[in-house]
């Protein structure tokens, strides 16, 4: 089945250490999106990426880091430097990144802090 | 202001009844509007996009836009409990000219009574 998978599903970070969230899709598209969500909050983007090896910053990226290096992955770091990362992270996909597009989710990464 | 705003809710309508959410959103030149469900800890699905005045229908879901007014409103008829869910609403924003990234409001919690 084609789909978006991420992974782990829940996470714990430690004070001064980065943790990685894993993104992958076998749907063929080319963009790919992180989205963070608080409590009660909608989605606000992080990165996001139209082609491999390039990648742009959203909204709310200080403190987060990511690479695209294969068009099927499209892994975040969350560094030290982000204060305050306990949220829930989805990975997103669409076709091609044109803003009339669906998305189409992961199942989404719950991160806190110990 | 929320460049795109919608009652946080809760709303509670009851089985059978016609549920109505609505979003207003801060950039005239928007283009595309979406709808997506999200069930408590799961992943945003989307259920409904519009792009022109008017109406759109499909099936128990009415999506309605009036761009001059700047709202996009959602319909329910018929109401199920399995429609318990948060509705986020989300606009192509224009910056700069540009059409920008999806921006989401923080979503709307509907629940509905047996």
């Known amino acids: 089945d084609g789909g978006i998978t991420q992974s782990p599903k829940y996470l714990f970070r430690k004070e001064g250490q980065n943790v990685t969230l894993s993104c992958e899709q076998n749907?063929?598209?080319?963009?790919m999106y992180w989205y963070r969500q608080d409590p009660g909050q909608g989605l606000r983007l992080i990165y996001y990426?139209?082609?491999?090896?390039?990648?742009q910053k959203g909204d709310i990226a200080e403190g987060y880091s990511v690479s695209r290096e294969k068009k099927e992955s499209f892994p975040l770091t969350v560094t030290s430097a982000q204060k305050n990362p306990t949220a829930f992270y989805l990975c997103?996909?669409?076709?091609?990144?044109?803003?009339?597009?669906?998305?189409?989710f992961g199942s989404g990464t719950q991160l806190s802090v110990l | 202001q929320k460049e795109v705003e919608q009652n946080s809710g809760p709303l509670s309508v009851p089985e059978g009844a016609i549920a109505s959410l609505n979003c207003t959103y801060s950039?005239?030149?928007?283009?595309?509007f979406f709808w997506y469900r999200q069930y408590s800890g799961k992943s945003p699905e989307l259920i409904m996009s519009?792009?022109?005045?008017g109406d759109k229908e499909d099936g128990r879901f009415t999506a309605q836009l009036n761009k001059a007014s700047q709202y996009v409103s959602l319909l329910i008829r018929d109401s199920q409990p399995s429609d318990s869910a948060t509705y986020l609403c989300?606009?192509?924003?224009?910056?700069?000219?540009?059409?920008?990234?999806?921006?989401f409001g923080s979503g709307t919690q509907l629940t509905v009574l047996p």
């Open positions: 997103a996909s669409s076709s091609s990144g044109q803003t009339n597009e669906k998305l189409f």
């Open positions: 950039d005239r030149g928007s283009q595309s």
């Open positions: 989300a606009v192509n924003l224009i910056s700069s000219g540009s059409a920008r990234q999806l921006t």
């Open positions: 990426s139209q082609i491999v090896n390039d990648f």
């Open positions: 749907l063929n598209h080319d963009a």
């Open positions: 519009i792009y022109s005045n």
